[in-house]
């Protein structure tokens, strides 16, 4: 009986969206949903900042003009650039342009979060752990991409979408779960790692990015 009084419940910190949304990623890539999940944590951040004094450095000018910058580009969805593949302004333009700055708005809140809660509250281990694990998962993903290129599979999120949406390119880079772009770089075809991401360049950011917090 003395044992279990001693017992500690267990309790989630403050970093938790963080946390299960870098120790789990490898899961929610799997279920077609890794690629959303920092606007939900994003959401849940945001809440833990209600009712505090929001601070912000003066450098968070920049940001917001920044993402004014982004709302006004809408302007020119309708535009082909030069040597561009010709579309019309449509849904799909509009939806890779919201997704872009739905990421945009979630960093921005990452950010404050982070600068309004103090060490004590959120220590920089803490974040650096989880962060950590990202390096973690691209690695093997990097394996995994080398050793079987060719592996796919459907997520849960992909089977239960409508057709119309599982057509479009870009919803089905973020819904379906594969481990490399096979691409005709130089000249021949060559596997470029990108799981557990939606495309080989994310997956290179994140390695190089995940890095030094890995470290």
Known sequence: ????????????????PLTVMAVGYPLWWLLGIASFLPAV????????????????????????AFLIWVVL????LGSTAPGAVPDSLGFGRLMVWGYGLTMYAAA???????ANHDRNELPFPT???????????????????????QLELT????????GSLRSNSFVRSLVHPAVADIQS???????????????????????????????
Do not use: C, K
């Not at 809440?47 to 912000?56: N, S, T, W």
């Not at 974040?127 to 290129?149: D, K, M, Q």
């Open 1 to 16: 009986m003395l044992r279990a009084d001693r017992r500690r419940p267990l309790r989630l910190g403050i970093a938790w």
């Open 41 to 64: 944590a994003a959401v849940v951040m945001a809440l833990h900042l209600r009712g505090r004094q929001v601070r912000a450095p003066r450098s968070a000018l920049l940001w917001i």
């Open 73 to 76: 580009s809408a302007a020119t």
């Open 108 to 114: 921005g809140i990452a950010a404050l979060w982070v």
């Open 127 to 149: 974040i650096a752990r989880s962060i950590g694990w990202l390096y973690v998962w691209a690695t093997l993903g990097g394996f995994l991409g080398i050793l079987a290129p």
């Open 155 to 162: 997520s849960a999120l992909e089977a239960v979408l409508p």
């Open 185 to 215: 770089i130089l000249g021949r075809a060559e596997a470029r790692p990108r799981a557990p991401f939606p495309y080989a360049n994310t997956w290179g950011s994140v390695m190089a990015l995940s890095l030094p917090f890995f470290m």
